[in-house]
Nanobody
Framework: QVQVVESGGGLAQAGGSLRLSCAAS????????MGWYRQTPGAERDFVAR???????RYADSVNGRFTISRDFSNHTAFLEMNNLQPEDTAIYFC???????????WGQGTQVTVSS
């Protein structure tokens, strides 16, 4: 069993910052990717950022230059530093962990981020 828990969401003003955390626990495999997605009501879950086990990063165009993903490999934790937040960043943010060897994907329960103008 793998448990994934996000934290750090909340309310921010436009131009402000928030830092999200994602902690994995349980019977942990080697995760190939740890990443972040976000979802607004009635919309699909969209990719935000991810980091590979080798440290390579990828970002959605909408957040590139404003958001930074990092990982603490030893503690199975991922972070998303979000700067210059905009109202369109308002969403529920989900952490995703990929175990390609076992073809499994794990999701957290999500954390709400609300940005006011």
């Amino acid at each position: 069993q793998v448990q994934v828990v996000e934290s750090g969401g909340g309310l921010a003003q436009a131009g402000g910052s928030l830092r999200l955390s994602c902690a994995a626990s349980g019977s942990l495999p080697r995760f190939d990717y740890m990443g972040w997605y976000r979802q607004t009501p009635g919309a699909e879950r969209d990719f935000v950022a991810r980091m590979s086990s080798g440290g390579a990063t990828r970002y959605a165009d909408s957040v590139n230059g404003r958001f930074t993903i990092s990982r603490d490999f030893s503690n199975h934790t991922a972070f998303l530093e979000m700067n210059n937040l905009q109202p369109e960043d308002t969403a529920i943010y989900f952490c995703q962990l990929n175990d390609n060897f076992h073809r499994k994907v794990y999701w957290g329960q999500g954390t709400q981020v609300t940005v006011s103008s």
